[in-house]
């Protein structure tokens, strides 16, 4: 079997370690700010400004990945994550969602 180069602790088994990652980072694809059953276009648009945010991370993923590790950067997304997730969740605004919702897109290009 291929050793896979895994944020992981050199003593946790390699099965054990992808089951780990995939059980983080599957949440982290679903996460987004705009949650409904109807496709308006303000929802509409706070999807595509996800799908902008990800297009302008992938220029810069390959200089701060040479920078930052691998679990920080996976903590840090999370953690921003979350945060922009619960500003959604209390604001009624669309703009500041669709802000969000960049930054969140933004954030899920690192993943």
């Known amino acids: 079997m291929v050793k896979l180069n895994l944020p992981t602790r050199p003593w946790v088994p390699q099965w054990l370690g992808i089951v780990t990652m995939f059980i983080v980072i599957f949440p982290i694809t679903l996460l987004n700010g705009a949650y ?44 921003l994550q979350v945060f922009f997730s619960l500003i959604c969740a209390q604001t009624g605004s669309m703009d ?4 969000c919702c960049f930054f969140m897109g933004f954030l899920k290009g690192f993943v």
Do not use: F
């Not at 992938?58 to 590790?69: D, E, G, M, Q, S």
């Not at 500041?96 to 802000?99: A, K, L, P, Q, T």
């Open 36 to 79: 409904t059953g109807s496709m308006i276009e303000d929802i509409t648009m706070a999807y595509y400004s996800a799908s902008v945010g990800m297009a302008v991370a992938y220029p810069i993923v390959p200089k701060i990945r040479a920078i930052a590790t691998s679990k920080t950067l996976l903590l840090t997304d999370l953690l």
């Open 96 to 99: 500041v969602i669709m802000g």
